[in-house]
């Protein structure tokens, strides 16, 4: 089956950097994509990952490593806006499913 | 560019009543298209997911059951709901490699 693990919560300040790990397991995986969802709202996409390195969009930056199973999400120069719960996904080839993992809710304090 | 369309954004239904969740998704074709649902605070579960016309897959069984009429037309359904059926659905479409999904704005379904 596919299964993927994330912290439950992370709390940091405004200005900091703060990363968000994912582990997965999956069969055929294809890549790992990261959603941000603000209270009350749907997932926004954010990055996504086939291959094992760094993609770095404005602020957030997302990395990958196939033969570990993880990745993580790099978020710079936190705002109070970037306060929402962040999902990691996979998909299988295999078996067309995307699943989430259980997200994390990141807190920024001023 | 592409769109999706999900309708209604919030439903009050009482037990016993049936559903239809109505997903539309416009600029693509022969997407990747899922249902999800979402309790309050926890994450996503993935119900249904269909890669074609016709062809549903089924996650999590239960009275909630999803259809694929058209090429881009996903429907979930109920004949009949239970209190346990409450929750945030939402609609979702991807390509074929999975690689970024776009989102419905959800439908906050409360069964009373």
């Known amino acids: 089956g596919q299964s993927l693990e994330q912290p439950s919560e992370v709390t940091a300040v405004e200005g900091a950097i703060v990363q968000i790990n994912c582990t997965y397991q999956?069969?055929?995986?294809?890549?790992l994509s990261w959603y941000q969802q603000h209270d009350g709202g749907a997932p926004t996409f954010l990055s996504y990952?086939?291959?094992?390195g760094l993609e770095e969009t404005g602020r957030f930056s997302s990395f990958l490593s196939r033969s570990d199973s993880y990745g993580y999400l790099l978020l710079q120069e936190l705002q109070m806006k970037d306060s929402a719960s962040y999902f990691c996904?996979?998909?299988?080839?295999?078996?067309?499913?995307?699943?989430f993992g259980t997200g994390t809710l990141l807190a920024v304090q001023p | 560019s592409q769109t999706i369309h999900q309708w209604p954004a919030t439903l009050v239904q009482p037990v016993g009543s049936p559903l239809s969740l109505e997903c539309t998704v416009e600029?693509?074709?022969?997407?990747?298209l899922y249902w999800y649902r979402q309790a309050a605070g926890r994450g996503l579960q993935l119900l249904f997911y269909?890669?074609?016309?016709?062809?549903i897959s089924s996650e999590v069984p239960q009275n909630l059951s999803a259809s694929r009429p058209q090429d881009r037309q996903f429907i979930l359904s109920s004949k009949k709901l239970l209190l346990s059926d409450s929750g945030f659905y939402l609609c979702?479409?991807?390509?074929?490699?999975?690689?970024?999904?776009?989102f419905g704005q959800g439908t906050r379904l409360t069964v009373v």
């Open positions: 979702a479409w991807s390509t074929t490699t999975g690689g970024n999904a776009f």
């Open positions: 999956t069969s055929g995986f294809y890549g």
């Open positions: 990952n086939a291959l094992d």
């Open positions: 996904a996979v998909f299988s080839g295999a078996t067309n499913k995307l699943i």
């Open positions: 600029g693509t074709s022969n997407p990747n």
């Open positions: 269909s890669v074609g016309i016709g062809q």
